[in-house]
């Protein structure tokens, strides 16, 4: 059976629902807000996550290089610890964008997760062991640790390359947006201060208006597909339906996570009473 085969097999394992169930709950008590943004990634523009496992995983492969050598068990002691310390933010960032994914994702991420933790443990014993002047321990630890992680590594890209956990879900429709200006319809048929529905092509948009404003955003959100338009308006933002992701209507920039990219706005014109939108001439 191909690997491809058997992780699509824990995807459907529904006997790991209790234990995502259980994860999940404790993950949900990090706050909306600041915090969790800073763990998605919101200020970076991209996920978090990705860039912070390059941490552990390159001190503790350097570490392993480090133990090939002699005279270097210090320096790989050391390296083996800063990996520990690298660990404990990448696991949190991967934790809040797992809480906000779709049940298989979910059910491949908690796989995922605890193949990590059982290298986050071996590493952890490693670093025991060689405190201890027990190198030899150490490094055999510290290789099976590795490859723990490893295989935590593939389940990661798995749900992120294979099923788009991480990718901008909306970037595809950037592309079939139309050149030049198109009506969308009239003011009065977008209700005042909510969210409604458009058409432009095979593009749904999400068009917000404020009295004699209108705003146009590509309507499927860029962090799971979810349909922006009928999300909730909360001040100046649009606030998707599915994972709470919270976009500014005047420009699509991402006010509040879990997503990281933002969401493509459309330039408006309104003209005797005629709404008529076109994709930005910088998109080309």
Known sequence: MRIGERIRRIEEAEKLDQAVAVVKRMVDRVPEGRLRDVLHGVQLGHPAHPLLVQVPIGVWTSALLLDLMPGARR????????????????????????????????????????????????????????????????????????????????????????????????????????????????????????????????????????????????????????PLFEGEVDGDCLRCPWHGSAFRTADGVVAHGPATAAQQALEVSVHDGAVSVRRPPRLG
């Open 75 to 226: 320096p790989a002691r050391v390296l083996v610890n800063v990996g520990l310390l690298a660990a404990v933010p990448a696991a949190l960032a991967g934790a809040v964008d797992w809480s906000r994914m779709r049940r298989r994702h979910q059910r491949v991420g908690i796989v995922h997760a605890a193949a990590n933790d059982v290298g986050i443990l071996l590493f952890g014993a490693s670093s025991l062991a060689r405190a201890r002047g027990r190198d030899g321990l150490g490094r055999a630890l510290a290789m099976a640790g590795m490859g723990a992680v490893g295989l935590g590594g593939m389940l990661g890209a798995h749900i992120a390359y294979y099923r788009t956990g991480g990718a901008n879900h909306a970037d595809h429709l950037v592309d079939l947006l139309p050149s030049g200006w198109h009506g969308i319809g009239r003011i009065t048929d977008f209700p005042d201060g909510k969210a409604a529905r458009a058409d432009l092509g095979d593009v749904p948009l999400a068009v917000v208006r404020r009295d004699r404003d209108v705003h146009v955003l590509v309507g499927t959100c860029a962090h799971m597909g979810g």
